[in-house]
C-alpha cells in the first residue's frame, strides 16, 4: 500500500514538474540553418509565411546590416483579435522572422507569437486564446520546415509572469506607456508622422505600418538608424540574435502616439538581460523615445 502512495505520490509531482514547464515561454524560435543564402531564404520564409495567409508587411536590414534582415508579417484574423484589446492591443499585430547570414547559411528564427500575444495583451488572452492559438499555430507549421532545430532561445518566463512583466522592481510594465504627442486628430497623427518617416528624420526607416481608419489606430515599425544612437549601437551589447525584436513601434491610438517605454520594451524581448549588461545601454530608452518623438513634431 505504502508503494502505491509512493507512485501515486511521484507521478503527481512528475504532472505537476511538467505542468509548470509548459507554462513557461521563450521569447523566440531557433528554426535553425537553411543551406541558402540571404536572398533565397528570405524568399523561402515568404512563400512559406503566404501559403499560410499571412501578408508580408514589410522587411529590412538591421542595423544597416547586409547579413541581418527582419520579415514583419500579419494576418487579418490576428489584427480582427488584437484590436479587441484596447489597451494597445494592436502592437500584437505585427510578427516577425529574424535572418542572420552565417557563411554559406542563413540562421533563421522568429519571434514567438505565444510569448508577444501574453506580453502585450495580458489577462485578454484567455479570452481570445483559440483564434490566438490558431495563428501560433499556423506560424510554427510554416517555418518549422526550414529548419531542423525549432527550439526556444532568448531565455523563458512563466506566463503568469509574461503578462505582468517588468524587469525590476520600479521599472515600468506595459502599461506605462511614453507619451510621444498628443494631436488635434487621428487624421493629423498619421499625417505628421508619415511626413517624418518619408522625409527619414532623425535617421529613421518605415519598415512597415498598419492602419485601422475606422478604429483609428495605426503602428508604425521604426528602424533606428543613427549611427551615434541606434541599432548599430545597442543591439550588438544586448545581442543581436533577438533581431527578430526589431524594429520598433509608434502606435497611434485616437489623437495621442505613444511607444512602449524602452525599459520594458527592450527587458521583455531580452528577459535573460543582467543588469551590467542594461547599465551599459543606460541612455538607449531616452535616445529611442527622442527619435520617435521627433517623429511626431
Same mark, same amino acid.
Request: overall charge positive.
Given at each position: ?7 501515486? %505520490?511521484?507521478?503527481? %509531482? ?31 520564409? +515568404? #512563400? ?78 484567455? +479570452?481570445?486564446?483559440?483564434?490566438? +492559438? ?8 510554416? %517555418? ?5 532545430? #525549432? ?27 511614453? !507619451?510621444?504627442? !498628443?494631436?488635434?486628430?487621428? $487624421? $493629423? ?25 475606422? $478604429? +483609428? ?10 549611427? !551615434? ?19 520598433? $513601434? ?44 521627433? %517623429?511626431? !513634431?
Amino acid at each position: 500500500m505504502k508503494k502505491i502512495i509512493y507512485l501515486f %505520490l511521484i507521478t503527481l %509531482l512528475y504532472i505537476g514538474v511538467n505542468s509548470a514547464k509548459a507554462q513557461e515561454l521563450s521569447p523566440y524560435i531557433n528554426v535553425g540553418d537553411a543551406s541558402s543564402n540571404m536572398e533565397q531564404t528570405t524568399t523561402q520564409v +515568404k #512563400n512559406a509565411l503566404q501559403k499560410k495567409g499571412f501578408e508580408i508587411l514589410g522587411e529590412y536590414n538591421v542595423e544597416n546590416n547586409k547579413n541581418l534582415k527582419v520579415i514583419v508579417f500579419s494576418r487579418k484574423d490576428l489584427q480582427t483579435t488584437v484590436l479587441k484589446v484596447k489597451d494597445r492591443g494592436a502592437l500584437a499585430a505585427a510578427l516577425k522572422v529574424g535572418l542572420k547570414l552565417n557563411g554559406a547559411n542563413t540562421n533563421v528564427s522568429y519571434l514567438n507569437p505565444d510569448y508577444l500575444f501574453n506580453a502585450y495583451l495580458g489577462d485578454s488572452y484567455t +479570452k481570445h486564446e483559440s483564434a490566438l +492559438k490558431k495563428v501560433n499555430n499556423d506560424v510554427k507549421s510554416a %517555418l518549422s520546415p526550414l529548419g531542423n532545430v #525549432n527550439k526556444g532561445f532568448g531565455g523563458s518566463l512563466a506566463v503568469k509572469d509574461l503578462r505582468k512583466y517588468h524587469y525590476k522592481m520600479m521599472m515600468p510594465y506595459f502599461t506605462d506607456p511614453v !507619451e510621444l504627442k !498628443e494631436f488635434s486628430s487621428f $487624421e $493629423e497623427g498619421v499625417k505628421t508622422i508619415e511626413k517624418n518617416l518619408a522625409a527619414k528624420k532623425g535617421n529613421t526607416k518605415l519598415v512597415y505600418k498598419l492602419k485601422f481608419t475606422s $478604429e +483609428k489606430v495605426a503602428v508604425y515599425g521604426v528602424a533606428l538608424l543613427n549611427k !551615434e544612437t541606434g541599432e548599430g549601437v545597442f543591439l550588438p551589447i544586448i545581442d543581436n540574435s533577438h533581431l527578430a525584436a526589431m524594429p520598433y $513601434e509608434i502606435i497611434l491610438q485616437g489623437k495621442t502616439a505613444t511607444i512602449l517605454h524602452g525599459r520594458y520594451r527592450l527587458a521583455v524581448h531580452w528577459p535573460e538581460l543582467t543588469m551590467g549588461t542594461f547599465m551599459k545601454i543606460m541612455s538607449t530608452p531616452g535616445d529611442i523615445e527622442n527619435t520617435l518623438e521627433g %517623429l511626431c !513634431e
